[in-house]
């Protein structure tokens, strides 16, 4: 089932930052570095170029992503005009603590003290921008939540001398193009969850993880992955974990649940959802038979994969 999700606040937080864009030197996009394509509203893009604005293309979240895939994101990103991208942790103050440098080198005119440097937080919703936004200001200003859409209104506050940062919501985009792209979203909550099947996101993810990453679920499920494909995966998890009904049959709800949850939290390992190989690969097939189907193994990159 293809996968879609634009609560209506969204309309009008749009609507907002684009306004708000007109006033801003530096946008700073936040995405997640396992999925950084999939995880990066278009529309973002459109804003920002409509205004030719600059872009800190903050990867954040590193941390839980293949180091090698990032690597690789960091080249992609690094040779676009306008953007400088940056892989970190919003968890991590030193990491946090580079932003503001990182911004005055992208808007060199505002180095001279005759006004602030005005930025602008953006990204889709739970990618770590409330994180960030109270790293940034050493003190909670942002609610934090494991769950996506947590922020709904736009606030500006002074990131210190010359500088101010404005915080807005999550933005989602109308339509998502790409089935896979719907499913790498909600298998790494980005995605309400009254909009997927905890089970069609699981299979999906493990189609991923039985290509790319099988000694991770060896070490982590004390299994021999080869054995299984994504459905046979998720019954196996739910054995190993326990996940009965009663009557005995297994809960694959409840084993899906468990399998995403140790993807989110780092449990599985160091993990990275697409590439610029797979990511290249995808678009191609889309332009040539139409919608993507729910394939995410279409390509494997073998410079990126453990």
């Not at 109270?134 to 996506?148: C, Q």
């Not at 736009?154 to 404005?166: A, E, I, R, S, V």
């Not at 959802?273 to 889309?286: H, N, Q």
Request: contains cysteine; proline residues 8%.
């Amino acid at each position: 089932m293809p996968i879609q999700w634009f609560p209506g606040h969204m309309n009008s937080a749009r609507r907002k930052a684009a306004e708000t864009l007109a006033a801003i030197d530096v946008v700073i996009e936040v995405t997640d570095a396992r999925l950084p394509e999939a995880s990066s509203n278009p529309m973002i893009a459109e804003l920002r170029q409509f205004r030719n604005r600059p872009c800190l293309k903050l990867l954040n979240k590193s941390d839980l992503a293949d180091p090698e895939a990032t690597r690789a994101w960091m080249d992609f990103y690094n040779r676009q005009p306008g953007v400088k991208a940056v892989a970190l942790s919003a968890k991590k103050p030193a990491d946090v603590s580079r932003i503001p440098s990182l911004c005055r080198q992208l808007a060199p005119h505002r180095n001279d003290g005759t006004k602030p440097l005005r930025m602008i937080l953006m990204g889709i919703p739970n990618v770590g921008k409330s994180t960030l936004m109270n790293a940034l200001l050493k003190r909670k200003v942002a609610k934090v939540g494991d769950e996506p859409a947590v922020t709904k209104s736009q606030q500006t506050l002074d990131l210190g001398p010359g500088m101010t940062l404005t915080d807005t919501p999550g933005l989602m985009w109308p339509k998502i193009n790409h089935d896979s792209d719907g499913f790498m979203l909600a298998a790494s909550h980005a995605i309400g969850r009254n909009a997927v099947i905890d089970e069609e996101v699981a299979t999906f993810l493990g189609t991923i993880l039985l290509a790319r990453y099988p000694q991770l679920l060896a070490a982590r499920y004390r299994i021999d992955p080869s054995r299984f494909d994504a459905p046979a995966l998720l019954e196996e998890v739910g054995r190993r974990r326990g996940c009965l009904q009663k009557g005995g049959g297994l809960d694959l709800e409840k084993a899906a649940q468990i399998l995403l949850l140790d993807y989110r939290s780092g449990a599985l390992g160091q993990i990275s959802l697409e590439t610029p190989a797979t990511r290249e690969v995808m678009l191609a097939d889309a332009a040539a038979n139409g919608p993507t189907p729910v394939n995410p193994d279409l390509a494997v990159d073998d410079d990126t994969e453990e």
